[in-house]
């Protein structure tokens, strides 16, 4: 595989500049109260998470291929390396301790390499949205609860859930108010801040803020505690002292921390990366790590790792390329050289409050109200998997994490049987072209069949096969989903992730040949947009026919003769009767009569807007109908019956000459069901007793309607 350095600057535009510049900048002035926090909660001074914000992150940018993800001191590394050095009774800060963590990020980035070399990439596809965003809320919980204390005014909490309530019940003992009150204060003022004015960068605000009440008011006589003064200069080279490490520990707790990071980082990168619409190349990443962790290991730093709160705020001010980081970097490495002595006023409990303003949107309270909601499987699968790491610790919470998943995996089938299907002269289905030889695609349409049930680890298969399959032609995608019978939140959302996509490159999507209850599934999951934007339709031949193709279908060429004999081998198929009212029960359950209903109010609304009802005479219904265009003559025909009955809520104009309406509405009908009567009149008993049932439900869903509409046609009858 080639290596590619600095992907995302390759056909750099110049307008990026000035955003990329300006989000760098911001990124350096909010890595130096997170990066000095993460690297104490590491057991380092606090000065290395400054050190590890300039090399490790131009490292990654060196090789990552995300436009947006930032790289750093974060969170879970930091808590897995400050969990080790207490299992090991090192101290914090101490020489040990300085040696022991730079050779975890040593051994972190050694594995690391190994996993890009033995291609363990597709490891992630195994494992789930609920598992990693319960494994990633645990985390945040834990270094939160570890950070509490400093704002009470003692020092950060270690440990799991029980050492660190008991830690909080001693630091309660003896609080400091003014510590407490600046903490709290700073706060409030960020979570307002992000809330009312999000784009504004709060949290240096806040740090300046509280620099500038060290100066003027001289908190730390108040019992305040203020941030380690940093000297002046960049980082030497990490010089190890071997008689204070046990090799094997560091590099058994190394892999832990590289599996932390190449799943955290490259499901968070993947998130934002479908969010906004470009694609990884996944094993480049675990590279790009690898760099990062070797180059923190040589400033004596420890693990790094991809930072969701740095890159939510990269992505908040714009930021489109990784210059972000390498501006972040540059302008670290001028802070270290020549502007360090503020950092000296900073009080602790101001930039505590910013570590866990950050860390708050890391909790995915969101996602679990949804898998609560939606599936309680999944649901359980979160709470296990962020008790885990409460509980147990990190690393536990990492093999439980991936147990789960790959338990999940198991019972669930991964890879799925798939084809691309198309037409035989002559025949009336689809058929994969694989298989059989004288299939042929339909032009310019892409019809893919998926044979599985979807859900995390083959939502991406289907991904990658469709879009792998595009071309500049493509003007549709169909997906025939028969053998889809359930959706689980991540399929979901891969499944509009897609339409989007593929609406950007003016490209149709259609899900068709499911069962009714998929549907159901899709509305809960909230993807249900695709049902009314006409993406999902009973049969493939009723997408064709939606993108206005009637049989025979053409097809793309053989290059040879072939394509003549072919064209005179095909004739018609039989139409099928894919437009009925079964449509709207099929597609919207129990809620068809409230859309029926919705589409009607919406053709009134369109009425209401006419100025001369004669316009309406001239023309027709067909301009007002074209929000439910693609419905058959038996749909339609209800929709017309029920616009009848909604004449009450015409505009006076209208109502005033209410017979007409109705008279149009009734040539409207007559003309469908002439036209049916012509293309099938062996229907005529079947239509008849279509409409009289339909005359039966109506009148007892709205009976006052019905007896206004009958005088209103005995009135138009008695005028003709």
């Known amino acids: 595989m080639k290596i590619r350095l600095f992907p995302t600057l ?18 350096a002035a909010v890595s130096i109260p997170i990066s000095m926090g993460y690297a104490q909660i590491a057991g380092l001074p606090a000065v290395y998470g400054l050190y590890g914000s300039v090399l490790p992150i131009i490292f990654f940018a060196l090789f990552s291929t995300s436009r947006q993800f930032i790289f750093g001191v974060d969170a879970a590394p930091a808590a897995i390396v400050g969990a080790a050095l207490s299992t090991f009774g090192i101290a914090y800060e101490s020489s040990a301790a300085m040696n022991y963590v730079p050779f975890i990020a040593l051994f972190a980035g050694l594995w690391l390499l190994l996993f890009y070399l033995l291609h363990a990439d597709r490891i992630v596809d195994f494992i789930s949205t609920p598992v990693m965003g319960g494994f990633i809320s645990g985390i945040a919980v834990t270094i939160i609860l570890m950070q509490i204390p400093k704002i009470l005014g003692s020092p950060a909490g270690v440990g799991e859930l029980p050492e660190l309530i008991h830690h909080m019940a001693e630091a309660c003992s003896h609080i400091n108010g003014v510590s407490v009150v600046l903490g709290v204060s700073s706060l409030a003022v960020l979570l307002l801040g992000k809330k009312f004015i999000p784009k504004f960068p709060m949290s240096v605000a806040v740090m300046a803020a509280g620099a ?8 730390q006589d108040y019992g305040v505690v203020l941030l380690d003064q940093v000297e002046t200069g960049l980082p030497g080279l990490f010089l190890p002292d071997l008689s204070q490490v046990d090799l094997i520990q560091a590099a058994g707790r190394g892999l832990m921390v590289a599996v932390v990071i190449m799943a955290e980082t490259l499901l968070s990168e993947n998130n ?21 962790n070797i180059a923190a290991a040589a400033v004596g730093c420890c693990p790094v790792n991809g930072s969701i709160s740095r890159t939510s705020m990269n992505e908040q001010y714009g930021g489109k390329t990784q210059a972000v980081s390498v501006t972040a970097g540059l302008v670290m490495a001028v802070i270290l050289l020549c502007a360090t002595g503020f950092i000296g006023y900073l009080p602790v409990p101001v930039l505590t409050a910013i570590v866990i303003s950050a860390l708050l949107n890391i909790v995915e309270v969101h996602l679990a109200v949804r898998l609560f909601k939606v599936s309680r499987q999944e649901f359980f699968i979160f709470i296990a998997a962020c008790a ?5 610790g990190t690393i536990y919470g990492v093999v439980a994490g991936i147990l789960l998943s790959f338990i999940a995996v198991i019972i669930k089938a991964t890879n799925p049987p798939r084809c691309f299907l198309g037409v035989i002269p002559g025949k009336k289905d689809f058929y994969d072209l694989g298989k059989n030889h004288f299939s042929r695609p339909v032009k310019d349409v892409l019809i893919y069949r ?46 509009g992730d897609l339409a989007e996509k593929l609406k950007k490159k003016n490209i149709r999507f259609y899900i068709t040949e499911h069962s009714e209850n998929v549907n159901e599934q899709m509305r809960k999951l909230g993807i249900g947009h695709l049902i009314t934007e006409g993406a999902v339709r009973r049969t493939i031949l009723a997408a064709l026919h939606d993108l206005g193709m009637r049989e025979p279908f053409p097809m793309e060429s053989f290059g040879d003769k072939r394509d003549e004999v072919y064209q005179k081998k095909y004739y018609a198929l039989t139409p099928e009767e894919e437009n009925t009212l079964e449509e709207f029960a099929w597609a919207f359950g129990t809620d068809a009569v409230r859309e029926i209903e919705k589409f009607v109010k919406y053709v009134v609304k369109q009425i209401h807007g006419i100025s001369d009802i004669e316009k309406l005479s001239e023309a027709g219904l067909d301009e007002k109908l074209n929000y439910w265009h693609s419905l058959g003559p038996l749909d339609e025909d209800e929709l017309l019956r029920r616009l009848e009955l909604h004449i009450d809520e015409f505009p006076p104009e209208v109502k005033e000459k209410s017979s007409l309406v109705v008279s149009l509405i009734e040539r409207r009908r007559r003309i469908l069901r002439d036209e049916l009567l012509r293309e099938h009149p062996n229907v005529q008993e079947h239509l008849d007793e279509k409409q009289a049932i339909l005359e039966r439900r109506l009148k007892k869903q709205n009976p006052e309607g019905v007896r206004r509409l009958h005088e209103l046609e005995e009135d138009v009858q008695n005028r003709g």
């Open 212 to 219: 500038a009440l060290t100066l003027l008011v001289h908190i």
């Open 388 to 392: 885990t790491v409460l509980l147990l």
């Open 272 to 292: 934002f990366a479908g969010k906004n619409g470009y694609r990884l190349d996944d094993r480049q990443e675990i590279l790009a790590c690898a760099a990062g």
């Open 10 to 27: 390759r056909n750099y535009k110049k307008e990026y500049l000035a955003k990329d510049i300006f989000s760098g900048i911001i990124i």
């Open 450 to 495: 998926f044979n599985e049930n979807l859900f995390f680890a083959n939502i991406k298969i289907l991904q990658n096969d469709i879009e792998d399959s595009i071309r500049e032609s493509t003007r549709a995608v169909i997906i025939d989903a028969g053998a889809v019978n359930s959706l689980d939140v991540t399929a979901a959302d891969g499944l």
